[in-house]
């Protein structure tokens, strides 16, 4: 069993802005919880999301939301129980009647870290009470087949099926399916208008939400947010703007994306000439669909833009499961000033429902506090998260380890709630 993790050192001068955003989410504490609960009534929680943060200091924000979270095995166990009561009320909200659940994982059949991810998944809700059975849509699962996990655990997955206006597999039709399928192959057939409760909407897969659409309505959000508690929302909202059509491998769009990238950059500049912060600007560029941490790149001017030679453009156009890489996400680049071994890292939130169950830092030897860490050589550390990360603690200094996680824990919240409205805005889309 890992050890619970201490907080990372925050390897930079600037931390004076953090630990007064840190200070202010304390004191403001019963206010910031009060709003959230109101907020998840009038707009329920996604069953489960992970948010990835970036800590620059002077600055906390998210820079992915991913509504089909896949680490569920990188959490400390310590923290089991949070996770199994969290999905006992997420499961009893969406479907009361149910006793089952079906998982839909990835097609990842030879990737055992995503397969021990989906047996994690599989154990929390069977520990709230549930039969859970795995439904492949993979074409090469053909038969039920049990897969030896690294852990000792095994793995069973069954051939997905559909009778009617339900899927299930063999005997097994719960009125609750969980996806933990990011869709990026487009939406599959055999769930267009099932009767099941389906866990995030088809709607919500890679092959048609776009990271702009959440990244919109997180800023409304933090707008919100921040009137309620007197801050500035930048300092945990980063600037997000699509561009496209892109097609890298044609040049076309190009000049466009240096464009916007220039002006993402200028605004950043401004506001770090504004409040003295002594840093160098720069964006990232990504897919605005997809995950995997593919067609990612960081750049400091807009010429980096110009002057990508064949190689650099042929990896922008790649994505997971052929996903068409057409329009791009610029976003103002956040630095990750936290090491763990003079490593950089970042802090990965984790939740159920409207519950922060746990989380985990993103460690990369390799790489610099400006890169995207989510790439080839990556590892993990769970965090402790004391007391969830929801529950603070008054008597110790902003950026102990209950205080900091519960920073963590509100501005993750921000962007779950940001995804509930974008689910919900998706739903609205369906009935019209």
């Known amino acids: 069993m890992p050890n619970a993790y201490q907080v990372p050192h925050l390897k ?94 990835e097609n990842h059949t030879r990737n055992m870290f995503y397969l ?46 559909r009778q009617g206006e339900r899927v299930g597999v063999e005997n097994f039709f719960p009125c609750a399916v969980l996806l933990n399928n990011d869709l990026s192959a487009g939406r599959p057939p055999i769930l267009e208008n099932i009767e099941q409760v389906l866990l995030p909407p088809l709607d919500l897969g890679w092959s048609t939400r776009y990271k702009t659409q959440h990244f919109n309505h997180y800023s409304d959000v933090t707008r919100e947010f921040s009137q309620l508690i007197d801050i500035d929302p930048w300092l945990i909202t980063p600037e997000s703007v699509q561009c496209g059509p ?42 605005d669909s997809g995950t995997y941490g593919m067609a990612i790149m960081s750049v400091k001017n807009a010429d980096d833009v110009l002057n990508l030679n064949r190689k650099q453009r042929t990896k922008m156009t790649s994505a997971k499961e052929g996903l068409a890489v057409d329009k791009m996400l610029v976003q103002e680049g956040v630095y990750t000033f936290e090491t763990v071994d003079d490593a950089v890292a970042e802090p990965v939130v984790y939740m159920i429902h409207n519950h922060v169950i746990g989380g985990f830092y993103r460690i990369h030897t390799g790489k610099t506090a400006t890169d995207n860490l989510n790439s080839p050589g990556m590892h993990f550390e769970p965090m402790s998260f004391q007391q969830s990360g929801v529950l603070p603690d008054q008597t110790q200094a902003p950026d102990a380890e209950p205080n900091r996680f519960y920073a963590y824990g509100v501005v993750a919240r921000l962007a779950l709630l940001a995804a509930a409205r974008e689910i919900q805005s998706a739903r609205d889309k369906m009935k019209a």
């Open 116 to 161: 021990e991810n989906v047996c994690t998944l599989k154990e929390i809700i069977e520990n709230a009470g549930y039969d859970v059975q795995i439904g492949s849509l993979n074409p090469e699962v053909t038969a039920t087949s049990q897969i030896d996990l690294p852990s000792g655990r095994t793995l069973t997955l069954k051939l997905l099926i």
């Open 246 to 287: 892109i097609d890298f491998k044609e040049r076309i769009g190009l000049e466009n994306l240096a464009e916007t990238v220039n002006k993402v950059l200028e605004n950043t500049a401004n506001y770090y000439h504004e409040h003295d912060i002594d840093c160098k600007p720069f964006v990232i560029i990504k897919s």
């Open 12 to 105: 930079t001068a600037l931390k004076g802005p953090l630990l007064e955003l840190e200070q202010h989410l304390l004191s403001h504490s019963q206010a910031i919880e009060c709003w959230f609960r109101q907020q998840f009534r009038q707009t329920p929680a996604p069953f489960y999301a992970s948010v990835d943060l970036r800590n620059a200091g002077y600055k906390l924000a998210p820079v992915d939301t991913n509504l089909f979270p896949a680490g569920f095995n990188n959490l400390h166990p310590d923290l089991r129980p949070l996770a199994v009561q969290a999905a006992q009320n997420a499961i009893t909200q969406a479907c009361p009647i149910t006793d089952g659940v079906l998982i839909i994982p």
